[in-house]
């Protein structure tokens, strides 16, 4: 009997220890960005540029991190944070957005909150300051999921979104991009280099709730109204508190193709696969051994993040409420 009681007693003592410890280490908010996966490496950064995009990480970690610890929730935190990626020209979304062929800007972005299941996504916007404040709109105060071009701008416009001249988004540096995909291109050159770029931020709440959001100019000297994965559901995002939160970027006719953002999701529900070998299963394996060029950002249910990419560079950086911080460019 003894024997039994302290069997039983050391049994509940140790899974009490076992609980306060996961307890512990479950953090109670944690952000996650990424400003876009592709050939970034040191040789082709200046210090001022790697400052700059530093400095703008950490703003987007902080003013999340501010989001989060006044009551706001994930949802609102992934607006605001890439809000403020889409205000930089250093980014391709909103003012920093690539041109198309033409010689134009058309943004695509998507949200989803992990709670509902709830999404939202506009396609080829060319005069909405916020393609991600639209993109919330349209979930929210739409009984649609996505809206494309002249009608998700009427939309923008009724809803009393911000407009601005489709001039706002020129920056010369993705005006001289396009200049040179489109040299290269007539000499059949590759142009991986010029092409990526993409905003996203997921992030756990206090309250449980896992939520994602993707901005982006798509790619440079894109054409025939040509969208990427960033704004379709379950390939360039995907949200449910059951399991992760996800935001992709990279080549996005493959991330359309091999549907990202919701395998590294279905691989954890259907075959219970962490979050990080999930992850990692799509962009180093499935992706990488078919050409397909990217990364991904994701936090699960239990704020544990990964962020693998198979390029050279991807703009990342996390926080969470335990202090633990990072902002990172290049490969480890
Ligand atoms: N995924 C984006 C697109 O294909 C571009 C990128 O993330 O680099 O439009």
């Known amino acids: 009997m003894n024997t039994f009681i302290s069997n039983s007693t050391i049994l509940v003592i140790s899974l009490l220890i076992q609980f306060s410890i996961s307890a512990q280490e479950k953090p109670e908010y944690v952000i996650v960005i990424h400003g876009g996966a592709g050939v970034i490496t040191k040789e082709n950064m200046t210090d001022e540029k790697e400052a700059a995009y530093i400095q703008k990480l950490n703003e987007a970690l902080r003013v999340g991190a501010k989001n989060l610890t006044t009551g706001g929730t994930a949802i609102e935190t992934v607006i605001a944070v890439i809000k403020i990626m889409e205000d930089s020209p250093l980014f391709n979304a909103g003012k920093g957005a690539v041109f198309t062929h033409d010689g134009k800007n058309e943004m695509d972005a998507s ?3 992990g709670k509902t299941l709830n999404a939202g996504a506009v396609a080829g916007v060319s005069d909405v300051k916020n393609p991600i404040t639209l993109a919330y709109t349209v979930m929210t105060k739409s009984n649609h999921v996505m809206l494309s071009g002249k009608g998700a701008s009427k939309f923008a416009k009724e809803q009393g979104l911000e407009i601005v001249d489709p001039k706002y988004f020129y920056t010369e540096n993705r005006w001289k991009s396009l200049q040179k995909v489109i040299e290269r291109e007539k000499k059949k050159l590759e142009n991986e280099k010029e092409k990526h770029g993409t905003v996203g931020c997921v992030v756990l709440d206090k309250y ?4 994602a959001g993707t901005s982006t100019g798509g790619m440079t000297n ?4 040509r969208i990427g994965d960033s704004p379709v559901i379950g390939a360039g995002t995907y949200a449910n508190n059951a399991t992760c939160a996800v935001s992709c970027t990279g080549h996005g006719e493959f991330f359309i193709r091999y549907v990202v953002a919701y395998t590294v999701s279905a691989l954890m529900e259907y075959k219970n696969l962490s979050l990080k070998d999930a992850a990692n299963e799509i962009i180093s394996n499935k ?5 397909g060029t990217g990364g991904l950002i994701s936090v699960d249910k239990n704020g544990n993040i990964s962020m693998p990419f198979n390029t050279p560079g991807m703009f990342r950086g996390y926080l969470k409420s335990t202090g633990e911080k990072g902002v ?3 490969k480890d």
């Open 111 to 113: 949200i989803m909150d």
């Open 328 to 330: 990172m460019i290049y």
């Open 208 to 211: 449980g709730n896992l939520a």
């Open 222 to 225: 894109k054409q025939y109204g």
């Open 287 to 291: 992706l990488k051994a078919v050409g």
